[in-house]
């Protein structure tokens, strides 16, 4: 019997392994917080994204300790679902960052468990602005009367596209524009270059919500899913026949190259995301990348509204003034402005808009298309997702895939999507 | 095999081997008591084994218990433990990623663990022979089993099987072009068999020992008989390594299961792509560190320790059949 003990001591040992690097995170911010009393107080930041932005970040923390001496600044950085898997862990072990990158995804998620600071208070304290914002954005993280959070940019769904393909192909998307003249110059496109039209949107879930409120429903509602097996079906059945008829990138290849991006690498000449991905996929990729508006069923309701990353503070916090006066910093100060540009969409103050004046071809882009869906009007209010979304929203990229690559029919992919998202909305 | 744990109280009493080490040599005063001296031993044992017990009960022990209330309850890590019965393991056996997870990982045993000991058998009795330069070529085959379960080799690897990478211009050489294994659903598995494969230094080194015992006569003798070399090695070598062979398949076939690095970096995180590499370890980080389910992990985890037991149990099972021990060693 004692071999089986040694089975699962090894077992035990590589949860324990998690755990533990868990613990060793968490407790290497344990000694470093200052008393708050005379000295200096230390206080962590971590955020999710590549290292450009970490670097520009780093700048901006190096101008905030120069301002704020008696407040240092410890710095933390992953990929996205990297980042939220150590920041899970860190919470429920009680010792999250005191600052963190934030999206509408995990608002509910963390309020329902007490993880996320409202900062109201230091806002009556005068230890954080909300003045100046521009579009109401201030208001994006106010759930239930609670600040859970403050933009530092905003952006839009976009579809980002390969330049030099679609001017060959004669293509110039305009405002207004419909799914059928979109999917004829898929067509155009897959015929005349031998290139897929598209990396495959069908499993990007804020573009399928963009779709569904196109048509009046949503992909969810506040406590749960705003759509059905009925609208579901049929457009992963006529995706799929998109990969199979080329359309769609071949998903073998897609797969194979991330974290790379299809459309960087000349696999595919679109990508519905997020618009300031093209400032990522023009230092990425050979070609020229430029913005194209989100095609709509009647010619006008494209459904969008403003993203946007934001910094939330932790509710654990010993330091919440000194938390509150980095983040009015991260978003007022014009000087953040130009050392971050667009990197984390359109700056979401007036004063730090106005700061940087982009220079680049693709950050113009992006003002400009910005600037334009918000004189077309066509800006929706959003909803904050309710607890759980994140994990749906990573099933229905998974399982979209999947049946990209012929795993699953669409019909046996629809309802393993429903029994995912269901146990996801039970258990978070 | 592994280590066998002898705690003081386990020593039978009066056997002459305990006997020998109470009195080690420079003891010559015969015990006075014996049960005083051997309380004070063991207060001394206890002392010096109070990190590793401290550890076994804290580190090990503890989570363990822990797991195990934990996969009857649903956890998401921040609101309490709810009990919910089994129905942890009753969502497992409906859930259709649970069963992929378990055929992958069954597949993945079953070919990855006989095609290694089968190279590290025929590397380990080409060495064994004396030949020029044959210490550097064990060091060599050995090699892989030390970096192979790196995250670095596992990136390598996910590198030599990409699309139009090394192994895909190798293939398109000889005009059969995969268009890379990694983003292939069908063929992912086999770059993962193959690295397992790569790394068969640990077992080779093992099967090496086992060959040097084999007595020369025995050779010697079936070759004046006129026995060939394939029927030498099935009469003669293959029953006298058995002891062997059955170590290292009882510890391969554990380890197979424990597959979890080179699946996660392989797929690049995904377990994928469309479940290809969703190994049963792959399944439940997932569940407890992404979807925060942690119940329905533990129950994974502990479900994995009884099939891991089952499978041992019965190949302990099957040596009365196969395995040789020669009388001598007994």
Redesign the interface.
């Known amino acids: 019997m004692?071999?089986?003990?040694?089975?699962?001591?090894?077992?035990?040992?590589?949860?324990?392994g998690?755990?533990a690097a868990g613990l060793g995170l968490t407790a290497a911010g344990c000694g470093s917080g200052g008393s708050g009393s005379g000295g200096p107080v230390t206080i962590r930041h971590s955020w999710w994204g590549a290292d450009d932005r970490a670097k520009k970040i780093q700048q901006c923390v190096a101008l905030f300790e120069k301002k704020h001496p008696k407040i240092k600044v410890k710095t933390d950085f992953q990929q996205y679902?990297?980042f939220?898997?150590k920041f899970?862990?860190q919470?429920?072990g009680g010792n999250p960052p005191d600052v963190i990158q934030n999206a509408v995804t995990f608002l509910r998620k963390y309020e329902a468990?007490?993880?996320l600071l409202d900062l109201n208070p230091q806002v009556e304290k005068g230890n954080l602005s909300l003045d100046g914002f521009r579009a109401g954005l201030e208001k994006f993280a106010d759930i239930d009367g609670k600040l859970l959070g403050v933009p530092v940019g905003s952006n839009s769904m976009a579809l980002v596209i390969d330049q030099a393909v679609y001017e060959k192909a004669g293509i110039t998307p305009e405002t207004g524009w419909t799914w059928d003249q979109w999917y004829a110059g898929m067509e155009k496109i897959r015929d005349g270059q031998k290139v897929a039209g598209d990396v495959g949107p069908h499993g990007v879930m804020y573009l399928y919500d963009l779709i569904l409120r196109q048509n009046g429903k949503a992909f969810f509602t506040e406590d749960g899913m705003g759509f059905g097996e009925a609208e579901l079906l049929p457009y992963w059945t006529e995706a799929l026949a998109r990969v199979k008829s080329g359309i769609y990138a071949d998903?073998?290849?897609?797969?194979?190259?991330?974290?790379a991006s299809a459309l960087a690498r000349g696999i595919a000449s679109g990508e519905f995301t997020w618009d300031n991905f093209s400032i990522r996929y023009s230092a990425e990729g050979k070609s020229r990348y430029g913005l194209a508006p989100i095609p709509s069923s009647d010619g006008r309701r494209t459904g969008q509204y403003l993203g946007s990353l934001m910094l939330s503070g932790s509710a654990r916090t010993k330091h919440p003034a000194e938390v509150a006066t980095f983040i009015g910093f991260m978003t007022h100060e014009p000087e953040v402005a130009r050392i971050m540009g667009y990197d984390r969409g359109v700056p979401a103050t007036t004063a730090q808009f106005e700061a940087y004046r982009p220079t680049d071809a693709p950050s113009k882009a992006i003002e400009a298309y910005e600037t334009e869906i918000a004189d077309a009007g066509v800006l929706e209010p959003i909803t904050p997702h309710p607890a759980g979304a994140d994990?749906i929203e990573?099933a229905f990229l998974?399982i979209a895939?999947?049946l990209s690559?012929?795993?699953a029919s669409p019909k046996d992919s629809v309802k393993?999507f429903f029994s995912e998202a269901k146990?996801?909305l039970a258990?978070? | 095999m592994t280590h066998i744990q002898t705690s003081p109280g386990a020593l039978a009493p009066g056997s002459d081997r305990c006997a020998e080490r109470r009195n080690g040599p420079g003891d010559s005063a015969p015990p006075v008591g014996p049960k005083r001296s051997g309380r004070g031993d063991n207060l001394a044992g206890y002392l010096f084994m109070s990190p590793w017990i401290a550890g076994f009960l804290f580190l090990i022990a503890g989570p363990m218990v822990f797991s195990l209330y934990l996969s009857f309850t649903e956890y998401n890590l921040f609101d309490a433990p709810r009990w919910i019965g089994l129905r942890n393991f009753t969502d497992m056996f409906a859930d259709p990623r649970w069963r992929q997870s378990v055929e992958v990982t069954s597949w993945y045993v079953l070919i990855g663990t006989p095609v290694k000991l089968a190279a590290a058998l025929a590397v380990a009795m080409l060495l064994a022979q004396k030949r020029w330069g044959q210490s550097f070529y064990r060091a060599a085959f050995y090699a892989p089993s030390l970096i192979g379960a790196s995250v670095s080799a596992a990136i390598v690897w996910r590198a030599l099987f990409s699309d139009d990478a090394v192994v895909d211009r190798t293939q398109k050489l000889f005009g059969v072009g995969s268009g890379g294994w990694i983003g292939d659903p069908e063929m992912i598995i086999y770059a993962l068999v193959a690295l397992t494969v790569w790394q068969f230094g640990a077992p080779m080194v093992i099967f090496l020992a086992g060959l040097k015992q084999v007595p020369r006569e025995l050779y010697e003798a079936a070759e004046v008989d006129g026995a060939g070399r394939w029927r030498r090695f099935f009469h003669i070598t293959l029953p006298m390594i058995s002891p062997v062979l059955f170590f290292n398949v009882l510890l391969e076939t554990i380890h197979s299961f424990q597959i979890f690095g080179s699946a996660y970096i392989v797929s690049n995180g995904s377990c994928g792509p469309a479940d290809a590499t969703l190994v049963y370890t792959c399944y439940l980080y997932d569940q407890g560190f992404v979807n925060s389910r942690m119940g329905f992990a533990s129950a994974m985890g502990w479900l994995l320790l009884v099939a891991v037991g089952l499978v041992t149990a019965v190949l302990f099972r099957s040596q009365k059949r196969w395995v040789h021990y020669e009388e001598g060693g007994r």
Not at chain 1, 251 to 259: L, N, S, T
């Open positions: 004692s071999r089986n003990n040694g089975i699962d001591r090894r077992q035990m040992l590589k949860l324990a998690f755990s679902p990297d939220w898997k899970n862990t919470a429920a468990k007490n993880v998903p073998k290849k897609v797969e194979q190259i991330k974290p994990v990573a998974r895939g999947d690559l012929g795993k393993q146990t996801a258990s978070n």
